[in-house]
C-alpha cells in the first residue's frame, strides 16, 4: 500500500506541477490529522480522472 500511495504522490506532482498541499506549507498537526482522514487535493484541470482516482 505505501508504494501505491508514493505513486500517487509522484502523479500528482507531474501532472499539476506542485507538491501536494502546497497551499497549506508548513504542514501543521491539524491539516496532517485531516488528511490521514481523507482530505483530498483539489482536482487539478487536464489531470487525467486515472490518476485523481488512485
Do not use: Q
Not at 17 to 33: A, K, N, Q, R, V
Not at 34 to 53: A, D, L, Q, W
Amino acid at each position: 500500500m505505501a508504494i501505491l500511495e508514493y505513486v500517487d504522490v509522484l502523479l500528482w506532482e507531474i501532472s499539476s506541477g506542485t507538491i501536494p498541499f502546497e497551499s497549506e506549507s508548513p504542514l501543521g498537526y491539524d491539516c496532517l490529522i485531516t488528511i490521514i482522514h481523507g482530505k483530498r487535493e483539489s482536482e487539478v484541470i487536464g489531470t487525467p480522472r486515472e490518476y485523481f482516482n488512485l
